[in-house]
């Protein structure tokens, strides 16, 4: 444990990154909503802006291979799934042949276990 203490900790940003690469790697199709991620302010003006958003705690990835769709949330491993998170994650649970997950940066081999 010592070993992954020491390594620096990832952003949720920098992980998803990652997630996506093994994702790549393994051939699969992944969608994530970029407009949750837009600035919430102009940064010249600071107005706010009006840009569609998700309902609170909508998963950040699907991700879709032959009969197999994952729904993932990615949180860095300081961080872990709000309230609206764990609903969504629960009801998308309900639904038979899917998987749904939290993955951190600590379960990189998980993931690579799951995609491959």
Not at 13 to 25: E, G, N, P, S
Not at 68 to 86: C, G, H, M, W
Not at 92 to 98: A, E, L, T
Request: net charge positive.
């Amino acid at each position: 444990m010592a070993f992954l203490d020491a390594l620096p900790k990832l952003t949720e940003r920098a992980w998803q990154a990652d997630v996506l690469k093994i994702a790549r790697l393994f051939g699969w199709r992944w969608w994530h909503d970029r407009a949750t991620n837009f600035p919430r302010a102009c940064p010249k003006c600071k107005a706010p802006l009006r840009i569609p958003r998700n309902d609170a705690g909508w998963p950040d990835l699907f991700m879709v291979r032959g009969d197999t769709l994952v729904v993932a949330e990615i949180k860095s491993d300081r961080n872990y799934p709000t309230p609206e998170q764990r609903e969504w994650l629960e009801a998308f649970r309900q639904v038979r042949r899917i998987v749904v997950v939290v993955w951190k940066p600590k379960d990189a081999q998980k993931v690579a276990e799951v995609l491959r």
